[in-house]
């Protein structure tokens, strides 16, 4: 499960497996070839930074930043996400494919919506060993987020208000639970229980009674909500306290005989044009600059996850 957040210019997920798959910061730059399993190569393309794995030379992304402040991440969709076969007349698009194919073309979500409105996600897998996974997509630049989701129904496009993308259900489903804690608020809570009693808050923070605490994905959204709409400032360091507030710990949520836990934080910056990130055993920030290297370059340059913890020593003797 995941959690995607898109706040002001910065824009990034936890990323909530039960297993690594070897994640690496991956930069592509504008002249490495895409190929795709049914639509012509694109050679040349917007550069693009994120996190991801790479096989066979090819970045699989989890989510993505490109050069233009274009931000789209992957997450999980089970029970919902539906691929179709090829489509005559359709751009068929495997799932792996959707987040280089629009990083790689798009400048904008109005760019990004024209894409998909030609597009049928295919079910095209990249390998025995990499099979498709049920996902929907958030994708947002420095002003608006979409959501996309194809089903059963056909590929449908969500404007997203609340800038929260978690799992399923879908994400219509999403925005009506939040109807249910239309009450909820940040400011101290007035008594409506009766005015026949003499009711007052003991503590600070009772307007929020109700945020649900539990790690489901519908709890995640409510919770992940709440946080980002009524945050009082906007930086790295806020972005990062809004996913570790629906960050998932070890043990927490068992699958089988392993648990699935958040094993990375990412935020983009999509003024800056820096990836930012987090592991799971180091919480410190960790930065990647994507103007910082040959964007013309033909090779993927990948940078290894640091997850050895670091800790700053104020008074350590020697």
């Not at 994640?23 to 994120?50: C, D, M, S, W």
């Not at 996190?51 to 699989?60: E, H, R, V, W």
């Not at 494919?97 to 998909?116: H, N, T």
Request: glycine share 6%; net charge negative.
């Amino acid at each position: 499960m995941c959690t995607a957040v898109h706040f002001n210019n910065f824009f990034g997920r936890n990323l909530d497996l039960d297993i690594s798959y070897n994640e690496q910061v991956i930069l592509t730059p504008r002249n490495y070839p895409f190929t795709f399993k049914a639509l012509e190569k694109l050679p040349t393309h917007l550069a693009i930074i994120g996190i991801g794995t790479s096989s066979d030379g090819y970045p699989l992304y989890y989510d993505g930043m490109n050069e233009a402040g274009l931000a789209m991440a992957g997450l999980n969709f089970p029970g919902n996400a539906h691929y179709f076969p090829v489509c005559h007349g359709a751009d068929n698009i495997a799932p792996f494919e959707l987040i280089p194919y629009i990083l790689g073309r798009c400048e904008s979500v109005c760019d990004a919506k024209k894409l998909l409105s030609r597009i049928n996600i295919a079910d095209i897998s990249f390998s025995q060993k990499f099979p498709n996974s049920p996902l929907h997509w958030m994708i947002s630049d420095k002003q608006s987020s979409i959501v996309a989701e194809q089903t059963k129904e056909g590929l449908k496009i969500h404007d997203n208000p609340v800038g929260i993308l978690t799992n399923s259900p879908t994400f219509d489903f999403h925005l009506t639970n939040l109807t249910n804690y239309i009450n909820i608020t940040s400011q101290e809570p007035q008594n409506r229980f009766s005015q026949k009693l003499n009711l007052s808050p003991y503590s600070r923070g009772m307007g929020g009674i109700g945020i649900p605490g539990d790690l489901s994905s519908a709890s995640r959204f409510v919770r992940a909500s709440f946080t980002l709409l009524n945050s009082s400032e906007c930086n790295l360091s806020q972005f990062f306290h809004i996913l570790g507030n629906v960050a998932q710990q070890k043990g927490a949520v068992h699958v089988g005989n392993s648990y699935e836990y958040t094993l990375y934080s990412s935020c983009c910056d999509m003024e800056h044009l820096v990836y930012y990130y987090t592991t799971y055993e180091n919480p410190a920030i960790s930065a990647v600059y994507l103007n910082s290297e040959n964007l013309d370059s033909s090779n993927l340059i990948i940078y290894p996850i640091g997850k050895d913890l670091y800790i700053n020593h104020v008074n350590k003797r020697t």
